[in-house]
């Protein structure tokens, strides 16, 4: 149990990597004429870039059933499970929080507030931070928010 649990954490922190860079170079080079939806303003429910979580959850429960098949396989389970626990933390945050899907969804979490300030920060410039939790704050973001948490 504690091995299977162990795979579950490491993959979920694995895929912030992994999905910081599908998005710096995939997203914003290869595939940007989806992802481009996403830094213009939703004119309904759903984006081009709607196909990319699809695509990530498809895989994540395509991994279960294989794995759930073959007693063996719990290995790979513990990894589809932490893939698919980041995919429902990401919505959470990214899509629901940050990008207002859910219109009265607000965190009063430090952490949380930065993240979407830090977000909107690549929105703007299309440039870093191309993460989402663990995202490499660029040096004027990170003296402005320090700035504005000293003001509080």
Known sequence: MLRFSLIVLVAFVAMEFFSYLVHRFVYHKLLWIFHKSHHTPRTGPFEWNDIFPLVFASSSIYLMSYAVADPG??????????????????????????????KNLTFR???????????????TYGEEPYGLLLFPLPRNLRNKLTQEDEAR
């Open 73 to 102: 396989r719990m290995d790979l389970l513990a990894l589809a499970i932490g893939i698919a626990l980041y995919g429902m933390v990401y919505f959470v945050i990214h899509d629901m929080y940050v990008h207002r899907r859910v």
């Open 109 to 123: 979490v430090p952490y949380l507030q930065r993240v979407k300030k830090a977000h909107m920060v690549h929105h």
